[in-house]
């Protein structure tokens, strides 16, 4: 019975670990994911803006950051350093 238990807790704390997104920085004009799966295969799905994120995501990244997620493989993305943000001038 207690080595059932350990595993239900080992199991919450590996969902609770996958559920925090992995965050990354762009590299200049990038606009693909270049995030790879288990098996070395690049994802390459379109970074699209994200204006409304989730508060959990807010307290990873802060208020009002400019970020970036992949359609496919939902990991964040925070701008290229040398790039000039674009904070709300493409929101309508």
């Known amino acids: 019975m207690a080595e059932e238990a350990g595993a239900v807790t080992n199991a919450g704390a590996e969902a609770e670990a996958s559920s925090t997104p992995k965050v990354k920085t762009r590299k200049p004009k990038q606009r693909a994911c270049d995030e790879k799966d288990a098996k070395g295969k690049t994802c390459a799905g379109h970074l699209k803006r994200w204006f409304e994120y989730p508060?959990?995501?807010?307290?990873?990244?802060?208020?009002?950051?400019?970020?970036?997620?992949?359609?496919?493989?939902?990991?964040?993305?925070?701008?290229?350093p040398g790039q000039r943000p674009n904070s709300y001038t493409v929101r309508y």
């Open 55 to 80: 508060a959990e995501i807010e307290k990873l990244v802060g208020k009002g950051a400019e970020i970036y997620r992949c359609e496919f493989c939902k990991t964040l993305y925070r701008p290229d």
